[in-house]
């Protein structure tokens, strides 16, 4: 019987399981971090999002997080549940629901500044080799766009 017919169905032989894997890896890094700032990972980069642009339409952001709108809402909510950003609609045009950055979401920014040294420890890997990743990895989501 011919085995190799199946290679390709091999777990080990799959780039989508150790993506997957060590995503979940990643992010379970991140809780004792995160959970200092009182914040889950898809809240976390949500945030980086807005302390970096201090506010977006919900479209937007759904976009450069990847983030459908059925996950987007809920999430969100939470957030302006926590003082962190408000959501309106826009003047301009009131299809769009903008989040705004508030100033105690603003303030956490100084919180969570030292996250990315705190998994950057975690990561066992050369420098190089993390930023071949990140670029190997931008790749791949500019490519499936």
Known sequence: MNDQKYDALKLENQLCFPLYACSREVI?????????????????????ALWEKKQLTVKTLGEMLYLDSGTLTPLLKKLENKGLVTRKRSEEDER??????????????????????????????????IMALHRILHQMLKDMA
């Open 96 to 129: 769009n629901l903008l989040v705004t950055l508030t100033h105690k979401g603003e303030a956490l920014k100084e919180e969570a500044i030292a996250v990315p040294g705190q998994m950057g420890q975690c990561l066992k890997l050369p420098i190089e080799d």
């Open 28 to 48: 379970k890094k991140y809780k004792p971090f995160l959970d200092a700032i009182d914040l889950t990972y898809t809240q976390y980069i949500a945030m980086m």
